[in-house]
């Protein structure tokens, strides 16, 4: 407590003068204090998720992911397409890693009706990605109302370390409600939106945005490989990178193809980059 | 007098029905009633107190019965839904023998001489206008139940004696309505409301009490404490509850009133009409025991709360809520117990009970953790003219330590930090089967590697720990059933070149496999798959297999399985 006041102390004494120094970052570090300070949490610290990754972090003025706030993952509807979900997975895996062992849990809640068309998640799935599904609470929304209140219940909960919910569309009342959640509780709310075009820039209460494609990767099945926008950072800029997630070590690495021989066990056949023309070829690699 | 009632009831003095038979004392209303009970003799407390001789007085709790007759329940019990039944003759009709007999009729057919046990010729005879249903005995003792339960606003337990009486145990629940008397009015008010006709005795044992209210001349009944030798010594011997054939031959003996068995001595009746005449009797008496079987067993933890007035807004229902959930978690901790059920009972005006239930995943007694899992499900309770009266019970509870009390003030918020109570609302709201946690299986085939299980159950099957970061690679959405895909290759027995999928075209660039994935050759015996991991040119990261290999008897298939991220 003693801390954060003294925190909360040279903060507001190391901004007001220098703002008329370097203007921009700590315009942003000033309003982000006037803002907290509105919100009537003035005196608990940011806390901030550091992804590991560089670029990443440093499109975000806060250095990383700020904890609990709503973050906002767009995808396609598509269901063969799992990018934004991978995404929302790697973050995910990452807040438990970063939580303690006792708020470790994981509330993942999607809406299921009747006859269940499309993938689902899969523990097994999760296990790959570093998400311990033994601290994940699945749940089963029967329309978008029970699955908001859903999420909005969780995030009020501190002892979970984020709220995962699979959502079409967020519209503002409900997205400030879950910020205003998320805040209460602490809890960080990661909701994947499936629902939203590209191109059309829709308000929103969250925290960030982003939009999530998938990027083709060198090596397929141990480095996944997202293309990101940034479209809306609160205090930071929109900006697009694309970055890779290491199956292998469960963090955020380089998209780029690496040329670092894997350490796991090679597959018995590997077919790379097939090509029309190369298939006579291949035939006879399979065959061999 | 917190109960509300009819204020145009007649007091004791005036209702004709109510007769004070030997009135000794006056009728006090006391929580708790003792007398002076003997060790020796009495077969229901003195029997844990061993060999004390006439020196071993002690005090037992003199317990009080209500017995509840309904001499034309299986007809009456129509009225709501058939007008007529108390209007015109109306017989209820059974099948004896390939002949139709009488089993029930109302007063205005008794009236025209049309008696129950007679054939229905006999009857349609005296009465040819007489309207007939066939007697249905499931519906009956399900409308009793129904009553019984609704009579659980008086005491917790409550006899079901089929098919038409009803057995409550009074003792120490007779204050709660102002004493006895207030309660008999009560009682006869309501089941006259109900159209129910009815005989009412109340008496210190189940025997008396049945007895009285089913051959006294008086409809209703009080019998003082202690006074039951007096009560029923007039009353026919059919009373104690004995099967006809002894009451035939006790009558032949001109043994026809219970009073007349009190001299008799006791060997010789055992010897000729079974032991069975003597118990009943001391069972009347209260010489020996003659338990009560509640139609369910009351739990140990009950609020109650009647109101003055029929309550009919949520926010009285939810304060009420609040009130007795603080009752009932000030006794859990008292007597060291959480809850893991609850069940809100609301009695209505209109005799409607509606019950209410929540779980918890571990034992609590916090009122206001408690109280959120209700708030949910109070809109739904429907009050329709009010609610009279609510009880709390606790079904089921856990043993749970006392309180600690916390030194530190981030420690009060502690509750707020744990999963429990999350999960409780969760279930409570959505079901169980809704919230569940991801459970790994020790099977090959994907689909049966790992299963949901609802949270608030355990495991079932063969579960294994998870490895996290160590597992195979495994695609993040898995289709719950895997889906038919069309696909391109070009040689048999090889990665496909193109996918399509529901209308959509994907053209793979990379692909790896196979990965041979076959079930348990002793559970299943099923082809084994062969799973590729493909990626389409626009980096979608799928997991497909091929349903047999090549070269069997019949063509192999593809499916689609899941999806990287």
Known sequence: MRDALCSEKEQNMNTLPETSGKAPVDLVALRRTVRRLERGGGTAPERVLATGHASLDGLLPAGGLLKGRIHEILGAERTLEGAAFGFTAALAALLQRDAAEAAGQILWVRQQSGSVRGADISGRGFEAFGIDPGRVIAVAARDAAELLWGAEEGLRCAGLAAVVAEVRTVDLTAGRRLQLAAEAGGVTGLMVATGYRAGKAVASAAETRWRVRPAPSADPFRRAVWALDLERSRGGLPASLTVGWSLAEQRFVAADPISIPHPGTRPKTRVPALQPNLFPKIAEEIAA | ?565
């Open chain 2, 1 to 565: 007098m917190t109960i509300h009632r009819p204020q145009d009831l007649p007091g004791p003095q005036e209702l004709p029905g109510i007769i004070d038979r030997f009135p000794v004392s006056p009728h006090k209303a006391r929580p708790l009633q003792r007398r002076k009970g003997r060790a020796v003799g009495r077969g229901m407390a003195g029997q844990t107190l061993g060999v004390g001789g006439e020196a071993a007085q002690f005090e037992i709790l003199a317990r009080r019965y209500l017995a509840i007759a309904l001499p034309r329940f299986a007809l009456e019990r129509l009225a709501p839904y058939h007008p007529d039944v108390a209007s015109t003759p109306y017989a209820l009709t059974t099948d004896q023998n390939g002949r139709r007999i009488v089993h029930a009729v109302n007063a205005a057919a008794e009236a025209l001489g049309v008696r129950a046990g007679q054939p229905l010729t006999d009857a349609r005879a005296v009465a040819p206008m007489l309207k007939l249903r066939a007697y249905d005995p499931a519906g009956e003792g399900k409308a009793l139940d129904k009553l019984a339960q609704w009579a659980e606003r008086y005491t917790p337990k409550v006899a079901v004696l089929a098919p038409d009486t009803l057995l409550l145990d009074l003792t120490g629940c007779a204050h709660l309505m102002g004493g006895e008397r207030p309660l008999l009015r009560d009682l006869a008010a309501r089941l006259d409301g109900f159209g129910l006709s009815h005989r009412l005795a109340a008496a210190d044992t189940p025997g008396a009490a049945l007895a009285v209210s089913r051959y006294a001349v008086e409809p209703v009944t009080l019998v003082e404490s202690g006074r039951q030798r007096e009560a029923v010594g007039d009353l026919p011997v059919a009373g104690l509850r004995l099967p006809p054939a002894t009451v035939d031959g006790l009558a032949r003996v001109g043994l026809t009133r219970i009073g007349q068995l009190y001299p008799v001595a006791r060997a010789p009746l055992a010897a000729r009409f079974g032991a069975a005449v003597g118990t009943r009797l001391d069972q009347v008496l209260g010489k020996i025991d003659d338990p009560l079987t509640p139609r369910r067993r009351p739990p140990r933890h009950r609020v109650r709360l009647a109101f003055a007035e029929p309550i009919l807004t949520l926010e009285s229902i939810q304060e009420g809520v609040r009130r007795l959930l603080g009752r009932l978690c000030e006794r859990l901790a008292a007597d060291g117990r959480g809850v893991r059920r609850l069940v809100l009972t609301a009695h209505r005006v209109d005799g409607a009970v509606l019950p209410l239930a929540i779980g918890t995943s571990t034992a609590a007694r916090e009122s206001d953790r408690l109280y959120r899992l209700f708030h949910e499900h109070l809109d739904k309770l429907d009050p329709g003219f009010g609610i009279e009266v609510m009880t709390l019970e606790a079904p089921a509870t856990d043993g749970m330590l006392p309180d600690q009390a916390t030194l530190d003030a981030a420690d009060a918020d502690r509750a707020e930090t744990e999963t429990g109570p999350l999960a409780d609302r969760l279930v409570n709201r959505l079901g169980s089967e809704r919230v569940t946690r991801p459970e790994a299986r020790d099977r090959h085939i994907p689909e049966q590697a790992e299963a949901m299980v609802p949270l608030d159950r355990s495991s079932t099957g063969s579960v294994v720990p998870w490895a996290v970061g160590k597992g195979k690679v495994r695609p993040l959405r898995l289709f719950k059933s895997p889906e038919p895909v069309e696909v391109v290759a070009m040689v048999p027995d090889s990665p496909p070149v193109m996918l399509f999928w529901r209308g959509t075209t994907h053209r793979i660039t990379a692909a790896e496999g196979p990965e041979r994935i076959a079930s348990e050759w002793w559970i299943e015996k099923a082809p084994p798959r062969d799973y590729y991991r493909v990626q389409d040119a626009e980096g979608r990261r799928l997991w497909i297999y091929r349903d047999r290999p090549y070269g069997g008897e019949s063509e192999p298939r593809w499916y689609i399985h899941g999806v990287f991220a």
